[in-house]
């Protein structure tokens, strides 16, 4: 049987990690600045991470939502305490569409309404209400396309006050810093009009962070720079570091009824392992500083490239702005130099997702790389 043919790929087949390193079968070192696309967040093959998920599935992998499960408390506690979301609720899933579709359905149910807004070059993921809020046509099919959803411009207040002042909005979905669309950031203005708006209106106010959350822009949140409180913040990506696990944390003024969510696999033993070890490790080893100090140095080396238009985003969620597409240099960055970069739907635009424990070294080699090709293409 072939496989169905969905993914452009690079010819390169990755067997091992360690740290901020990818091996290939031919034993090549990569230095990995994609983080496997905002994923790996405590590092390929912790040596804690391995240990404790060996540890885990030699004792009890899964089992269902129906008996105890310490562990999910253990993962909530622990996740209540490092992002200081105090009195949120945890639902947990297996990945970031199906954390956004749970939050939106949710929506509804507390609402009881339907219509979500969402923002032009947003993305949340590829499940039926997730991706019609998503603005990209090309991945919404005609089952999708029955969602009732708006798209309106980054920043445009008054065109939400027009939708939600309709009163059939039950959810309002953003990322506060863009992934795939091209780290685009509006003003705390804008973020926190969207909470009283969404106040004013019932509305849900859904801070979609399964790429910026858990410690990638240096603070836990993105939204965490802003005065505002989200109803439902979405999470998956960095929290499991590779195992799949995603979830939606729940403001207590929503109420959870038997039934009303559901999952086979979303929290089972082995991915609140994981997403354990990872908050254990973000905190012991001070990651979120970390974070901010390799941004502060990646910001300052990034002004040495004279071919460099704009520098985006915050933390280690970072876009590189050229006025060239850029899918020439990404091949060359990892077929000659080894380096592992992320595009985005901006062609324009090379992305930097690394792992938070990366270090200033790895940040001088990409840059010295950086620096031959840009200067060969002037
Ligand atoms: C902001 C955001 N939301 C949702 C998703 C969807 O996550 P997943 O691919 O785990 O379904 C992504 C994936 O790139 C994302 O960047």
Do not use: W
Request: with cysteine; proline share 3%; charged share 20%.
């Amino acid at each position: 049987m072939s496989l169905f043919n969905v993914y452009p790929l690079f010819n390169i087949t990755p067997i091992e990690g360690k740290d901020v390193y990818i091996f290939d079968k031919n034993g090549t070192k990569y230095l990995d600045l994609y983080g496997g696309h905002a994923v790996i967040s405590i590092g390929h093959s912790h040596p804690k991470y391995v240990k404790n998920i060996s540890e885990q599935v030699a004792k009890l992998g899964f089992y269902s939502n129906s008996i105890q499960n310490p562990l999910q408390e253990k993962l909530s506690n622990k996740l209540e305490e490092m992002s200081g979301c105090k009195d949120y609720e945890l639902f947990l899933c297996n990945s970031g569409a199906e954390a956004n579709e749970n939050a939106l359905k949710l929506a509804s149910f507390h609402t009881n309404k339907s219509k979500v807004v969402a923002f032009k070059n947003g993305f949340h993921g590829r499940t039926s209400a997730a991706v019609a809020t998503t603005d990209n046509p090309k991945i919404i099919a005609p089952i999708n396309a029955q969602q009732e959803v708006e798209i309106l411009e980054l920043g445009d207040l008054k065109a939400l006050e027009k939708s939600l002042s309709k009163n059939n909005v039950c959810a309002v979905i953003i990322e506060f810093i863009q992934g795939v669309g091209g780290l685009d950031e509006s003003t705390a203005e804008f973020y926190e009009g969207i909470d009283q708006l969404c106040k004013k209106y019932n509305t849900c106010f859904i801070a979609d962070e399964v790429q910026s959350g858990f410690g990638r822009t240096g603070d836990f949140f993105a939204f965490q720079k802003y005065k505002v409180t989200p109803d439902i913040i979405s999470i998956a990506k960095g929290m499991g570091n590779g195992f799949p696990i995603g979830g939606i944390l729940i403001h207590p003024s929503i109420k959870a009824s038997f039934g009303l969510l559901g999952t086979t696999f979303g929290g089972n033993h082995l991915a609140c392992a994981a997403s354990l070890t990872v908050l254990e490790v973000i905190e012991k080893e001070r990651l979120m500083e970390n974070v901010k100090e390799i941004s502060n140095y990646f910001s300052e080396k990034a002004k040495t490239i004279k071919a460099l238009k704009v520098i985006k985003g915050r933390g280690l969620m970072l876009g590189l702005e050229f006025d060239f597409p850029i899918a020439e240099l990404r091949k060359k960055l990892i077929y000659d130099h080894k380096i592992f970069t992320g595009s985005a739907k901006n062609s324009n635009l090379l992305r930097i997702l690394p792992p938070l424990t990366i270090k200033k070294i790895h940040i001088d080699v990409f840059f010295d790389a950086l620096q031959k090709e840009v200067s060969n293409n002037q």
